[in-house]
């Protein structure tokens, strides 16, 4: 084949501009060119980039792949059709031989036929599939990345931080322009509850992507304790550009953050080991949103059920307790009412006996004075010289001794009627 294009792009070469030829000659010559070099069709090695069936026709339709060792940028892209007569016996067949389905990320070994049109332009037509081939080298590394992170102890790590009952405060890392993010921030705009979004730009698809990522991650870690949680989403695109997804060094990254982490990373049907290693893995930045939102309505709800309970048990209570401040009224004022009547009685029957008491005393002491004044009386002047006794006096003291006289000294002598006077002759003291 390759000297057949070499002669015929060395006529091409040496021809003149008055000996040209036209486009679509120059298409037929490499369309026959082709044919004629692979008229069997032939085996070729590739990845499976990107596979899509049509529901409606039934065919499958393939972008196939081969990566550059260094880099893993594609260093060539073929597009590929399976017929819906082949399809399905051919998907059958692999997955009884492989035990998986037919997907993206595989590396395959296909025969197919070479379709070259001058006005479509180059295709391939796959007739048969070598499933001993195994999977493709993005699954191998898949592979790889899952047991090295089972081996660290790390898979689980982020699955097992405290996740938040709401989360409205968002580090989300995604590219500025990706229209995944637009979309997320059009369904958090659209709920009732306040989610704030900072949006920390990366690549999310690409050679650069990893890094990239990484970078946004390590300038989150910086704003650790203002986030309550990380979001990580891209829109759609092909298998192959989520292949840093894949890789250890930024699902390790993933696996340890310190907060707990979201994907969306815009893919249906198969997950990344990002996916596996985030405490939540979403299909896409819709689904995202919907789920913080979801959140914030779940505990929204919580709230309003807690307040229903409080409010029905503080009613409840207030109830219980009137009833029962009405029930201790009754017994305070029946209590009460019979206190006063017993310490009413108590007080008659005190101020009774201290009525008694006093009377008692009064009369004791009635008896005593009467006592006393009759003993007074008994013993009163008045009553001694009615007993014809007489009181002597001189110098206006009275005189019980004699000796204090003198004969000549001049006494005065009161009698029960009247008094004398009288001179003192003579005086005698007694034996």
């Known amino acids: 084949m390759a000297a057949k294009i070499g002669i015929f792009f060395r006529t091409f070469v040496i021809m003149t501009p008055e000996k040209h030829i036209t486009l679509a000659e120059l298409l037929a010559d490499v369309k026959r060119t082709l044919s004629e070099s692979y008229p069997l069709g032939v085996w070729i090695s590739a990845e499976i980039g990107e596979l899509k069936e049509n529901r409606y026709s039934g065919h499958c339709y ?19 059709a399976i017929w819906r007569t082949r399809w399905a016996t051919l998907s059958s067949y692999f ?8 997907r993206a990320g595989m590396n395959v070994l296909l025969r197919v036929s070479i379709s070259f049109h001058e006005a479509y332009g180059f295709s391939l037509v796959v007739s048969d599939i070598d499933p001993t081939y195994t999977l493709g080298e993005g699954e191998r590394r898949k592979r790889e990345t899952i047991a090295a992170l089972e081996a660290d102890g790390i898979l689980e790590l982020n699955k097992s931080l405290p996740f938040p009952t709401v989360a409205q405060r968002v580090a989300v890392i995604s590219s500025a ?13 659209e ?7 900072t949006l920390f730009e990366a690549i999310v698809q690409g050679a650069t992507a990893e890094e990239s990522i990484i970078s946004a991650l390590s300038r989150v870690a910086d704003r650790e304790e203002e986030f309550d949680i990380v979001a990580i989403i891209r829109g759609g695109g092909s298998q192959s550009d989520m292949e ?29 080991v990002a996916d596996m290693v985030a405490a939540r893995a979403l299909k896409t930045p819709t689904a995202v949103a919907d789920f913080l939102v979801a959140l914030a309505e779940g505990y929204h709800s919580e709230v309003e059920s807690l307040y229903e309970q409080i409010s029905t048990i503080a009613t409840h209570t207030l109830s219980n307790h009137s009833t029962l401040l009405s029930l201790h009224s009754a017994r305070l004022g ?3 009412t019979g206190l006063l009547a017993t310490q009413m009685l108590r007080l008659e029957r005190t101020q009774l006996g201290l009525s008694h008491s006093l009377q008692r005393l009064f009369d004791g002491h009635r008896s005593r004075l009467l006592l006393a004044e009759s003993a007074a009386e008994a013993s009163s002047p008045e009553r001694i010289l009615r007993m014809g006794f007489a009181v002597v006096k001189s110098g206006g003291k009275t005189i019980t001794d004699s000796s204090l006289l003198q004969v000549g000294d001049t006494v005065e002598i009161t009698l029960q009627q009247g008094s004398a006077t009288a001179t003192i002759t003579e005086h005698k003291k007694n034996e």
């Not at 997955?95 to 037919?102: C, K, P, V």
């Not at 997804?245 to 707990?260: E, G, R, V």
């Not at 969306?264 to 990344?272: A, L, N, T, V």
């Open 244 to 272: 840093c997804f894949n890789s250890y060094t930024l699902c390790s990254h993933i696996a340890q953050f310190p907060l707990p982490f979201l994907t969306g990373i815009g893919h249906d049907k198969d997950s990344s």
């Open 191 to 197: 709920s009732p509850y306040k989610i704030e979004a």
């Open 95 to 102: 997955h009884e031989a492989t035990g998986t389905e037919l």
């Open 334 to 336: 029946s209590n009460t």
């Open 62 to 80: 393939l972008e196939l792949i081969e990566k550059a060792e260094k880099d893993g940028t594609p260093k060539a892209k073929a597009s590929a």
């Open 177 to 189: 322009t990706a229209a995944g993010l637009q979309d997320f921030r059009n369904h958090l705009a």
